[in-house]
């Protein structure tokens, strides 16, 4: 058995000793040798006529990158290789696998160690830890560092990962490599200014690589993945390589992006589009927000308690004072119509939630104090949502809205990626849904329900290059739109519909 077969029996058996919210907590998706050994190829390509055995790994794990190296330059020994893996669940199976190549693995927490030697070549796969799961003082510690290291402050929305390759220099030689295997998402969302601004103004960057969103590089975490390769010195004038595609060494598509044509406050990924960006003209194009306003739906902190059927409020005699009605799931909705009779006759489905207090709950109805009992016992109000309202079984307020779109779509089956759906309901909508809400000024024109109709109509006209092009990727084709995304949207027809309204708002 070689050592690779060794090291994958392990990483298989370790993994599963482990529950998959344990890992998520942790960040810990282990790269498939394939992918790895791609991406080592596809490093040590970049300076042909340079052997770089000297490697640091920040996150290792079972060493899956140290056994590509070994694979791709025919080595048997790695000395002075060196990895670092905080989690002793791995670290000590890592060790005793890589005790006889030279390779020093330790325990430890990469981003706390001083460096006592620094590299030409580092290549990881850092954990990916969304920030909640980072604690408070943690957090602030690595705010603190990443803005002493490199003038940049970093959001406290940020990911685990994002301190990693911020904070890796301090480890590397003048010059030297370094490959980040890390989520598409930074170069969408508003933390992912930071690693931007990083990448533009503190190093060299050399390329980018976007895997296809519909290739998912990780069997067991739904993003889509990014190769980010840079250079451990000041910004050159070289052009930065984008590409896209399943193989970072055979992409499907290559593009040299000039480093003035990029922005940290910038959107990147429309770099990869088959199709050029849109050429707008000096005139204003309208975008949705010129006409509505969005919120996100309803967060309640545990649907199965506050969204109830009608069996429930027959069981608990809960109130309609209590209730409001509410949209299914998207994935329940079945057309893209919602009629006020839909409420009762194809969902049932209601909102829980009230203001009054335990006593006067007991007072007016018991039942009902029955009912949010039963939610104490499952620890309903311990979750982070809940225990922040007042009563926990208060919920945030929404109002009907017009229209509504699901916040994710994936466009397969010859469905279009998003699809807004007319609601002509009270029902409001959890946070499935983005609630487009007219602007006040223009809150008259919807009393004419033909009027509602037509925007409606028009609203589903948007094409897919631009719901592309202002929303996110993910992985397996999934793709995420954010309220501001949303408004940013440009669209056609409205100007007409609306006709002189606007004069007022330009």
């Avoid at 250079?231 to 992006?257: A, E, W």
């Avoid at 927000?289 to 409020?313: H, L, M, P, Q």
């Avoid at 992985?475 to 669209?491: C, F």
Wanted: contains cysteine.
């Amino acid at each position: 058995m070689t050592l690779e077969e060794r090291r994958y029996q392990l990483q298989q058996s370790l993994d599963n000793e482990k529950s998959q919210e344990q890992r998520n907590v942790l960040g810990q998706f282990s790269t498939p040798f394939s992918l790895a050994k791609d991406i080592v190829t596809y490093v040590l390509g970049i300076d042909p006529g340079q052997k770089h055995l000297e490697m640091i790994e920040p996150a290792c794990g079972m060493g899956v990158f140290f056994s590509a190296l070994q694979d791709v330059m025919g080595l048997e020994t790695l000395d002075g290789c060196l990895g670092f893996e905080i989690d002793p669940h791995y670290y000590s199976p890592a060790v005793e696998l890589w005790q006889e190549t030279g390779v020093d693995i330790r325990c430890a927490d990469f981003l706390s160690q001083v460096p006592f030697k620094k590299f030409p070549l580092l290549i990881a796969n850092p954990p990916y830890s969304r920030h909640h799961h980072i604690p408070l003082e943690q957090k602030q510690m690595l705010q603190e560092a990443t803005l002493r290291e490199t003038g940049i402050r970093i959001s406290g929305l940020s990911g685990l990962y994002c301190y990693f390759l911020m904070l890796s220099t301090r480890w590397l030689q003048e010059g030297a490599l370094s490959c980040w295997l890390i989520p598409s998402e930074f170069m969408d969302v508003n933390y992912g200014e930071a690693v931007k601004q990083y990448l533009l103004e503190n190093v060299d960057l050399v390329s980018i690589h976007r895997f296809d969103e519909r290739d998912l590089q990780f069997s067991d975490a739904l993003i889509t993945s990014s190769v980010v390769v840079f250079r451990n010195q000041k910004p050159s004038g070289h052009p930065v390589l984008f590409s896209y595609g399943s193989s970072i060494c055979n992409p499907s598509k290559v593009v040299k992006i000039d480093r003035c044509q990029l922005d940290s406050h910038q959107k990147w990924t429309h770099h990869f589009d088959s199709i050029p960006q849109k050429q707008l003209s000096n005139q204003h194009v309208r975008v949705l927000g010129d006409y509505f306003e969005v919120k996100r739906g309803i967060a309640t902190g545990c649907n199965s308690f506050f969204i109830v059927n009608e069996e429930t409020i027959a069981r608990y005699q809960l109130p309609k004072e209590y209730l409001t009605a509410i949209l299914p799931a998207p994935r329940n909705m079945k057309g893209d119509v919602f009629k006020s009779s839909d409420c009762i006759s194809d969902t049932g489905l209601y909102l829980f939630s009230t203001s009054d207090d335990e006593a006067t709950i007991a007072s007016k109805y018991p039942s009902v104090l029955e009912y949010i009992k039963k939610g104490v016992e499952k620890k309903v109000h311990e979750k982070y949502i809940c225990s922040r309202h007042a009563p926990w079984y208060n919920c945030e307020k929404r109002n009907s809205a017009p229209f509504v779109i699901p916040y994710m779509g994936r466009g397969e089956k010859g469905r279009k990626l998003f699809r807004f759906i007319l609601n002509q309901s009270d029902a409001i909508a959890t946070n499935g849904y983005l609630l487009i809400y007219p602007k006040p000024e223009f809150a008259y024109l919807f009393r004419n329900p033909d009027f509602t109709v037509s925007v409606w109509q028009c609203l589903n006209t948007i094409s897919t290059e631009d719901f592309e092009h202002n929303g996110r990727f993910y992985g397996g084709g999934l793709h995420k739109l954010e309220p501001r995304e949303l408004l940013s949207i440009p669209i056609e027809g409205l100007e007409q519909l609306f006709g002189n309204e606007l004069l007022f708002v330009a």
